[in-house]
């Protein structure tokens, strides 16, 4: 990523004339800019740099500007990004269809270069002001991620986090996602979500959470700003009444130091090295609904050998048939405390099963994550 | 056709001004003679296209006159006829030779 704070424009015109003039406008009114002289090619840079508004001419040979936003809006990366259309005077259609098509205004050629830059500072001021900058951030952060947050880390993959694994998914796409971050040489993040309901296309969130959390939770963040940054970002993104519930664990080694956030998730289990295991009970908001929202926090001291689990729903759902809650919650904690004497990367198969011996009739996805200190 | 005016009310420096007519000047000239072998094809839409383009950038850049000769054939070839399309382009070609010859007497950057 630059660190140009300026706010970029893409132009689109085949008319290099009128490309080289809105180019020295918008520059010299200190604007990044970036021109395409076609379609296909605009796309790319658009896909690419994420301007922070577009101006579209409409006619141009082979990829027109309608097809052009068409193909903008339906991307992902680049829904958001206001699009200006540049139209000439008389074209009261490609107008009406400019604006139908998702435009958020258009442009009369022949222009004049002040009424160009009154309208680009307008919308991008408008864009700032319904958030749509926030949005494309988030955007942004889903294009980016798609390819690489469909893997999930592994112990192999990160052997000084000390955690082992255990993941099944229904589906390709499962509705449990976890990561582990390397926030710094001793310290580690550990987080584990569960997004509510199958039926939504779950992956390019997933792949936004994961991306998030990388933003979010460099070692000036407290835990509970992490998750509340996240949240918020979440909040925009997410599809109307959809959530995930989240319990994050961010252990520093150095410090021997554990802080545990839930946000709506099943609580995490404590197994000390000696002693009982412990239930770690905390209210908290799910994650991706409200912004201004509560998450369970608790801190504590560790020693080495000590171990932590978390997991996802799918465990508990498989024992809710014949137990209450703080009944399946018990299971769970002694499952835990039962395979102190198995290494950490086994320990979480061997729990999920002695939960669910018949894992291969589950009905919802499980994961379930052990770290030991 | 005072540059320095021009300039002025498009927002821009001489030398801004000055560098986009040189490209002016260019595309207008090649899209000229693109006009002349679609004329020779018989070939309205390309001469309309071709037309829309050159009208579009002279108004731009505020060439009036010659935006309206440009508008002239482009609406004549929308409407199938290239007459005298033949008699637009030359005119188009002197107008193009004018500004260059105004072009010429700044200062090359």
Same mark, same amino acid.
């Given at each position: 990523m630059d660190t140009d704070n300026r706010l970029s424009i893409l132009i689109v015109d085949d008319n290099p004339v009128n490309l080289k003039l809105l180019e020295t406008i918008l520059t010299k009114d200190g604007y990044r800019v970036f021109s395409a002289a076609d379609g296909p090619s605009a796309r790319k840079l658009a896909a690419h +740099?994420?301007?922070?508004l577009i101006l579209l001419d409409i006619r141009m040979p082979e990829e027109d500007g309608f097809e052009v936003i068409k193909l903008l809006k339906k991307n992902a990366g680049t829904m958001a990004i206001p699009v200006i259309f540049l139209t000439g005077v008389s074209e009261i259609d490609a107008k009406l269809s400019g604006f139908e098509l998702g435009a958020v205004d258009y442009i009369t050629k022949p222009f004049h270069p002040r009424e160009v830059l009154a309208r680009v500072r307008l919308h991008l001021k408008l864009s700032i002001a319904t958030n749509s900058m926030i949005a494309s951030q988030a955007e942004k952060l889903k294009q980016i991620t798609e390819a690489q947050a469909a893997l999930l880390t592994t112990p192999a993959m990160q &052997? +000084?986090?000390?955690f082992g694994v255990y993941y099944h998914a229904?589906? +390709?796409? @499962? @509705?449990d996602f976890y990561d582990v971050l390397a926030i710094s040489q001793s310290i580690f993040g550990y987080f584990l979500a569960d997004f509510s309901g199958h039926d939504i296309k779950t992956s390019y969130l997933t792949a936004s959470v994961k991306a998030l959390l990388k933003q979010n939770t460099s070692p000036v963040y407290q835990p509970l700003e992490s998750m509340k940054m996240i949240n918020d970002v979440l909040a925009e993104i997410m599809p109307e009444g959809k959530y995930l519930t989240a319990c994050y664990a961010r252990l520093n080694r150095k410090a021997k130091q554990m802080i545990l956030i839930n946000a709506g998730h099943p609580p995490m289990i404590y197994v000390p090295k000696q002693g009982q295991a412990e239930i770690m009970e905390m209210e908290g908001d799910v994650l @991706?609904? /409200?912004?201004d929202v509560y998450f369970g926090q608790r801190q504590m001291e560790v020693a080495a050998g000590d171990r932590f689990f978390l997991y996802s729903d799918g465990l508990i759902e498989s024992l809710a048939e014949k137990n209450v809650w703080t009944q399946n919650l018990e299971i769970i904690r002694r499952a835990c405390e039962s395979v102190r004497d198995l290494p950490i990367e086994t320990a979480p198969g061997e729990i999920a099963q002695i939960l669910r &011996? @018949? %894992? /291969?009739? %589950?009905?919802d996805d499980v994961v379930v994550m052990g770290v030991e200190i | 056709m005072h540059f320095q005016e021009l300039a002025h009310s498009l927002g821009l420096e001489l030398d801004e001004f000055t560098a986009l007519v040189a490209l002016f000047l260019e595309t207008s000239r090649a899209d000229l003679d693109r006009l002349v072998t679609a004329l020779e094809n018989a070939d309205a839409d390309r001469v309309k296209e071709l037309a829309h383009s050159i009208k579009g950038s002279a108004g731009n850049l505020g060439f009036s006159d010659l935006a309206n000769e440009a508008r002239q054939l482009e609406m004549n070839a929308r409407n =199938?006829?290239? =007459?005298n399309a033949m008699g637009l382009i030359q005119i188009l070609s002197e107008k193009l030779d004018l500004i260059d010859q105004v072009l010429s007497t700044y200062p090359i950057l």
């Open positions: +740099e994420r301007p922070d &052997p +000084e986090a000390r229904l589906q +390709e796409a @499962g @509705g @991706g609904i /409200f912004k &011996p @018949g %894992a /291969f009739q %589950a009905e | =199938s006829n290239l =007459s």
